[in-house]
């Protein structure tokens, strides 16, 4: 507590010093008011600044805990997030699907985990209720959807596999 006053009583007279030479340089007239003025709100909070934590104990020891407890990872919070983001790139594809005129496609995407980060394992996709857009011709339809989703994902045409 005695050093974090050192520090709070060095930067006091580091501010006064400050306004004093900031005073001494700029001349006289309207701008010198203002900046002054705003030298004496930075001097205000500089002096205000360790008063929370003099008069609230607990934020002092949550602030200036020396043994501060092991940093801990939610495992659930990454799950949900993960499964969130998956979700999202599933509707990401056939969005990016229906754009390109193969609309009604549903996919699902499997991932594998390695070393906490989630890499494409293979992508299932469903065309049993496929419609397609007139502008498209019906050739190599399936070739043409697993291109697609394969550069959208930027995975290999092995890992797009249709049902």
Known sequence: MLA???VW???VIGVVILTVLVDIIIPDGQTNKYIKGIMAIIVIFVIIQPLPIIFNSNLADLTTSDNQDPITID????EFVNNLSAQERENSLIIYLESK???KVECQIVY???NNIRLVEKVLLNLNNLVIDKNISHINIKEKIIDITA??????????MIY
Request: hydrophobic letters at 40%; glycine letters at 8%; proline letters at 0%.
């Open 151 to 160: 550069k959208f994902l930027s995975i290999e045409k092995g890992q797009v």
């Open 101 to 103: 005129g193969y609309k």
């Open 112 to 114: 594998a985990n390695s």
């Open 75 to 78: 495992t659930n919070f990454i």
């Open 9 to 11: 009583a060095i930067a």
């Open 4 to 6: 974090k006053l050192s």
